[in-house]
């Protein structure tokens, strides 16, 4: 068999397709045919030379596809203990690694030592199927597969394993939110999907702050009972006092929203840094009153295995309740992935979509 990628050497280089012959399966390894892949924020960032990886990669991290050939040596089992068969919709862990009970003990398997990330890896002679822009991807043993149920939408499902899974994550470190007054800054997919886990968890008020008055109007379908431009607002952190924040999530990565997130909370409030994921100043603090107000900051990268369930069973469950079928703006095929990359940089939509033989 042989099979497409799509090649990123550099930035401001063009993806290049290569056509390439699939290795033989080694022991424990999975055979996936690539069905839909969503471009997400680090992939525009490393396209864009944001961020560095090794090259050449494949880029695209955010993949579902359907098992095409199991070895021998796989379990035949997912995460969750269903039979794994050929043709079956899976999702998998944006990761892998020889399991290690130190990080798993500790609920952070993703900072394993010898990590393994799809979408993230370089290109050797005998291992390029790794990557979203791709017709298949060899799941390498070890890695944490579930599978999807039949009738959720390739673009809402291609997004389980990074956005969706990230959001549960930081929910996860949030604690429960039932009661509580919620503010979002950044208001891209995660932050909406952090409004809508908000709200179906019980969250008492969601606010939600951006720069982009689309995204802000955009974050009321997804649960925001009140949204905020900060570039527009005038005393937006009085107005943000008066809420009464008890957990703050910046989905932003942006210092200005950092420091305001903090200096919103109330006392014994808690801050869940997610995306903050590049290179950027450094934030300021007043930590007397972090230390006044007993403030609790946590930062998430990734995810564990727990987080990926919960997002799966999330989206299963209410991708009908909020307009996740609206994420993906635009398509494209994968011989065109140079034009999404270059679409999703100039429009910014929450996503755009790569369908696979389209």
């Not at 290569?18 to 924020?41: H, M």
Request: hydrophobic letters at 40%; glycine letters at 10%.
């Amino acid at each position: 068999m042989k099979g497409n990628i799509m090649v990123f050497e550099a930035a401001g280089k063009k993806l290049t397709s290569e056509e390439r012959a699939i290795p033989a399966l080694k022991s424990g390894e999975v055979l996936i045919e690539n069905l839909y892949t969503t471009i997400c924020g680090s992939d525009l960032h490393t396209f864009a030379g944001l961020r560095k990886e090794k090259t050449p990669t494949v880029l695209g991290h955010e993949i579902v596809g359907r098992i095409v050939t199991l070895d021998k040596d796989h379990p035949g089992t997912d995460m969750a203990g269903n039979t794994l068969s050929k043709g079956d919709l899976v999702t998998w862990a944006i990761f892998c690694c020889t399991p290690q009970e130190n990080w798993l003990s500790k609920g952070m398997p993703q900072k394993s030592e010898g990590l393994f990330k799809y979408g993230h890896a370089q290109i050797i002679a005998e291992d390029a199927f790794h990557g979203g822009l791709s017709e298949y991807c060899i799941l390498k043993e070890h890695t944490c597969i579930l599978k999807i149920p039949e009738g959720l939408p390739l673009p809402i499902a291609a997004t389980i394993n990074c956005a969706m899974a990230t959001v549960a994550g930081a929910m996860r470190l949030a604690g429960p939110v039932e009661g509580k007054n919620i503010l979002i800054t950044g208001l891209g997919l995660l932050g909406n999907i952090a409004a809508a886990m908000s709200k179906i968890a019980g969250a008492k008020a969601v606010i939600a702050v951006d720069v982009i008055d689309e995204r802000l109007e955009g974050s009321k379908a997804f649960g925001a009972d009140f949204s905020y431009n900060s570039t527009k607002e005038t005393n937006l952190t009085e107005t943000l006092a008066n809420h009464k924040i008890d957990v703050v999530f910046d989905m932003s990565g942006s210092p200005d929203a950092i420091e305001m997130g903090i200096e919103s909370l109330t006392i014994g409030g808690t801050a869940i840094w997610a995306g903050a994921v590049f290179k950027t100043r450094k934030i300021g603090i007043d930590a007397e009153q972090v230390i006044r107000k007993l403030i609790t900051i946590k930062g998430l990268h990734n995810y564990n295995f727990e987080d990926l369930q919960y997002a799966l069973n999330f989206i299963t469950d209410h991708h009908l309740h909020f307009p996740f079928s609206e994420v993906v703006s635009k398509e494209f095929p994968l011989a065109e992935a140079q034009e999404a990359f270059e679409y999703a940089i100039k429009h910014r939509p929450l996503r755009v979509g790569i369908k696979m033989n389209q």
